[in-house]
């Protein structure tokens, strides 16, 4: 039983004993190394990524060729293309680890099907994603109308405990400065 | 009886009549006029919108008083500062009508309860909120990496018969050009 898995959940729902084997049975454990992708672009995304541990980024590529990045995320943290996911579309987004990585990783069908199973879940899942909502709001607003400054200080409240982890060449790419820029940031 | 609103739920769960009259009892219809606002800056926010008629914006002012517009919506689309109101916590963005307006409102705890006595709304808004994602990613998106005249193009995409309803000014002012540069665009 995972006990990581179990507590994730019931920060938002409580779940009997019964529940949690029906959910446990839904989720695939998977572990990536460092440099690996869970999701490429242009391919469809079948699934959604519970991180237990590691550290990761979504970003696309413009048409020159440039990196940007979307999201990181750590442990405790969902990722994914999402929007590919919801409309099962081919992904926009790449998924690759920063860090050496390990998921519990949930398929779209799977998702629809335990939601109907375990009503909990559904719930679950809506807070989640009302989550994912506010997390992507925050960088909309952070992108249109903030300095360079306050986004990094942004990018410090958002992701505690990240800085150390991820090389600055990325840090730079996500808050969209130069990697000299950036060094007057800190 | 709201057929508006029986026919947009419907549109992604089945409902009977009896859980459509507990649903109906949950929204209060509101009307609006052109430039009054449902939703104000630093205030709580209580609810989220369904519109049935008009044309509206969500919208936030930075430091140095600039309007940048995160969003246009019309009937059938929801809107509110979606952030603030999962959060519970006061509002970062302006929502106000850029056409007279006809909106369902439900309040949080409302929001909440009817999911717990009608499960079928917690899919319903587990959806919505997916969808809701998805168009912020496809915002971002095109903010990071996209030219004028793709934004342009995107607006036209994501906003099907907007571009004649809405003043040339704001749609300059969601792309984040100025109005000489969207007169080159059209």
């Not at 507590?7 to 839904?26: G, K, M």
């Not at 306050?150 to 409240?157: A, L």
Request: glycine letters at 2%; one cysteine or more; hydrophobic letters at 40%.
């Amino acid at each position: 039983m995972s006990h990581f898995l179990k507590e994730h959940i019931q920060e938002i729902v409580t779940l009997s004993d019964d529940e949690f084997e029906i959910i446990q049975s839904f989720f695939v454990k998977k572990r990536f190394r460092k440099r690996q992708f869970l999701i490429q672009e242009h391919q469809h995304v079948h699934e959604i990524f519970l991180i237990e541990k590691g550290i990761l980024k979504s970003s696309f590529i413009d048409t020159t060729g440039k990196e940007h990045i979307l999201q990181f995320a750590a442990s405790n943290w969902w990722i994914s293309d999402f929007a590919a996911f919801f409309k099962q579309e081919s992904s926009s987004l790449a998924v690759d680890c920063i860090e050496d990585t390990e998921v519990y990783s949930i398929a779209y069908e799977d998702l629809n099907i335990l939601c109907s199973k375990v009503p909990v879940m559904e719930h679950f899942f809506r807070v989640k994603s009302n989550f994912g909502y506010v997390a992507l709001q925050q960088r909309i607003l952070s992108l249109m109308s903030k300095s360079a400054k306050e986004r990094y200080e942004d990018f410090i409240k958002q992701y505690p405990g990240f800085k150390d982890h991820i090389p600055k060449q990325l840090i730079a790419s996500y808050l969209g400065v130069s990697r000299e820029t950036l060094s007057r940031l800190y």
